[in-house]
């Protein structure tokens, strides 16, 4: 548990989440047990840059299908902070932003081990690790060389938690195609959410 002279820890959970999955709910809770985080922040991107030429559901059927998983939980909450922003997401400014907001709790940003190997990548890294340290689910097929994000992000060294987490074969493509293709998404999601999709006709070719 954090002392009590401890600055709480506050989870900062970052993604597109169209949809959200039962994989990013089993990540959020694996970290949030390991590194005792008082609570989780799930922030919908607005505009992922890493995303562009990608059609992205709206912002308010990504926000009513993340309310819908969370719903019930005292331990997690949704910061609507990148969906209200102008501009690209970039998630250095975000945290910025809610390290500002959260203080003095200290932030940790999640995330997975392929996303950890492709930090140096990421707009100004450097920036990102001054606001939070990172929760990373790391995964045995995967295998990111700190060393070497080290060598290019040099502010990466002591903020980086390895948590180990099994293998969960989910990916928003992957629920999109299936429900392209009529397949069932049963247990791929929270059931409200694959209600909502259904009920809404989310991710169906529409027809001319």
């Known amino acids: 548990m954090t002392g ?13 989440f169209d949809p959200v999955h039962n994989g990013h709910l089993y990540i959020a809770n694996a970290l949030r047990a390991a590194l005792d985080l ?3 922040v799930w922030v919908p991107a607005g505009r992922p840059p890493h995303k562009t030429g990608q059609i992205v559901s709206s912002d308010h059927d990504r926000l009513a299908m993340l309310n819908l998983a969370l719903a019930g939980s005292a331990a997690d909450q949704i910061d609507t902070i990148d969906i209200e922003r102008s501009g690209p997401s970039y998630t250095a400014d975000t945290l ?17 081990e392929d996303s950890l190997r492709d930090l140096p990548t990421w707009h100004d890294p450097d920036r990102l690790l001054e606001a939070a340290e990172l929760a990373v689910a790391a995964r045995p097929e995967v295998d990111a060389d700190l060393d070497s994000i080290a060598r290019q992000v040099p502010a990466v060294k002591g903020r980086v938690h ?11 493509s992957e ?3 299936r429900v392209g293709e009529h397949q069932s998404i049963q247990g791929l999601v929270p059931a409200a959410v694959e209600a909502y999709i259904r009920d809404h006709e989310l991710y169906t070719p529409r027809t001319p």
């Not at 809610?98 to 997975?112: K, N, Q, T």
């Not at 390895?162 to 928003?172: F, G, H, M, N, Y």
């Open 96 to 112: 910025d932003s809610l390290a500002e907001c959260f203080a003095p709790a200290r932030l940790v940003f999640l995330m997975g």
């Open 162 to 172: 390895l948590v180990p987490t099994k293998e969960i074969a989910i990916s928003s």
């Open 4 to 16: 009590s002279g401890q600055p709480r820890r506050i989870g900062i959970f970052g993604g597109t």
């Open 38 to 40: 008082e609570r989780v």
């Open 175 to 177: 629920i999109r195609r």
